[in-house]
């Protein structure tokens, strides 16, 4: 990490500000002690142009398409790793040996099942609760079932086993809960089955018949968890980042991280895409009509799937989900109308000027949509499904932090653009409508 200055004038006053350049060439200005210096702050609102930390976990390139993970471009681990070896790299820093992928993957069996009381906290959900709800809901009350989840930093052997039981039950839970929502008797897991695998037999199995595992179904799945177990400080991670500065526990910081991932304009947006193309193909539109929608601010429509704070070209995870999304269609022997009319979405925005300009491209919840629909995975479970692909990258960012004795207390600052000071007023001095008129 090289240092250089930048200089600022501000009323007069002359400032040199250091330069930090991270290892890929990446320069900002540290700002750090600017109030402290001029009594001013910076002002960037939704962040877009703020480094909130150094990290050596995840790197991107919006403007070239670049993400790579510890250094490993994301299209080689796509292709060479699976998501097991993958959650050791982002959250150890290096591609494991095979004895230490072993002890991980057997440390991940270890702690598969849930506390056995935790079972009857799905009794509590109304049977149509999102599973996003339950899963943040599910991940928080497990810090109460173990020893050693206190907050603060964790030591070494605990944070290895709390790392592994959340990476592991994530899926436990997240099976489960769609299991609820259908009425459905839960399945254990199977200690015998990889990762992937497991969840998809504890999704689909029936007490009395196993799910038939498809391997390239069972690989797309995987692959779908590879290419979203990290992106750097987007606003989940952003969101595990700032819980855990308090030292709130893993747990904790990894549920909020649910929650904020959650809405549609982050990983909520695979389930917002799939709906949008049911929606065109319920009106019998061919997409035209919702491009045009999409590009009028006033329709409150956008092109769900496109566009990103980051990537200012094709999203390098949306063009290996693109392959093996035509590539599992053509395994799977399926037809499906809202894959036609994804093809002919993209075509159609990549040649028009409004998407052009804006440089919206396909993102990654363009195609994963349709990959998990072919293997029967509900909509209403698609970014639960991300959120088991995100949680190495949530805890490799916690881990990040813990390390870090330098770590502070998150807390930005603000512009307020409130009253100025102003006395309180009695209720029978107030003006404005009698609560007899209120509706
Ligand atoms: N469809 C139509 N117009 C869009 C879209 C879109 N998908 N995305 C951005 N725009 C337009 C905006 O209206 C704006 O136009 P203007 O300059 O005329 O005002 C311009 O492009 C810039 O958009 P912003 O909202 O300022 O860009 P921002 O970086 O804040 O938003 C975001 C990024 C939220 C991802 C946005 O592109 C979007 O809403 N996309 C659709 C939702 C989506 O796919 N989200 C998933 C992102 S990937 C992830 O989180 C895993």
């Not at 790793?81 to 290096?94: K, R």
């Not at 502070?408 to 603000?414: E, H």
Request: net charge neutral.
């Amino acid at each position: 990490m090289k240092s250089d200055n930048a200089i600022l004038e501000v009323e007069g006053k002359r400032l040199e500000l250091p330069i930090v350049t991270g290892t890929e060439g990446e320069r900002a200005i540290d700002i750090s002690r600017l109030r402290e210096q001029t009594g001013l702050i910076t002002l960037d609102e939704g962040y877009a142009n703020t480094g909130s930390c150094l990290s050596r976990i995840t790197y991107i390139d919006g403007e070239k398409g670049i993400l790579r993970y510890r250094g490993i471009p994301i299209e080689e681990l796509a292709e060479k790793s699976t998501f097991v070896e993958t959650a050791y790299l982002l959250i150890y820093g290096d591609l494991p040996t095979e004895t230490e992928l072993k002890n991980f993957s057997n440390l991940l069996t270890q702690n598969e099942n849930l506390h056995e009381d935790m079972r009857h906290h799905f009794e509590g959900f109304p049977y149509n609760a999102h599973p996003m709800a339950i899963l943040s809901a599910m991940i928080n009350a497990s810090s109460c079932y173990y020893p050693g989840m206190e907050m603060g930093r964790p030591t070494a052997p605990f944070f290895d086993q709390h790392a592994a039981r959340l990476i592991s039950q994530v899926r436990t839970i997240a099976a489960y809960a769609y299991r609820k929502s259908r009425g459905l008797p839960i399945v254990y897991p199977r200690p015998s089955y990889r990762y992937t695998a497991n969840f998809l037999h504890m999704m689909f199995s029936d007490p009395a018949e196993d799910y038939p595992l498809i391997p390239e179904a069972v690989r797309a799945l995987d692959l779908i968890f590879i290419l979203h177990a990290d992106h750097e400080q987007n606003c989940s991670t952003s969101t595990v980042r700032m819980v855990a500065s308090s030292q709130a526990n893993l747990m904790a910081s990894a549920a909020a991280g649910v929650c904020a991932l959650w809405g549609s304009l982050h990983g909520g947006a695979n389930q917002a895409v799939i709906e949008m193309l049911q929606e065109i193909h319920r009106t019998g539109d061919d997409g035209r009509r919702f491009i045009e929608a999409a590009k009028d601010r006033k329709s409150g429509r956008r092109l769900m799937g496109f566009g990103h704070r980051v990537y200012k070209n094709y999203d390098p995870r949306a063009r290996i989900l693109k392959k093996a999304c035509d590539a599992l269609f053509r395994v799977l022997q399926r037809d499906d109308p809202l894959l036609e009319i994804a093809q002919r979405l993209e075509e159609a925005a990549l040649k028009d000027a409004y998407f052009i300009e804006r440089k919206l491209y396909p993102n990654v919840d363009f195609y994963s949509g349709l990959i998990m629909r072919a293997i029967g995975i509900p909509v209403e479970m698609f970014t639960v499904i991300f959120a088991i692909g995100r949680m190495p990258g949530w805890i490799a960012n916690f881990k990040e932090m813990m390390d870090d004795p330098g770590t502070r207390l998150y807390r930005p600052r603000q512009i307020y653009i409130g009253s100025t000071q102003r006395s309180y007023v009695p209720m029978e001095k107030r003006k404005g409508p009698s609560s007899s008129a209120l509706p």
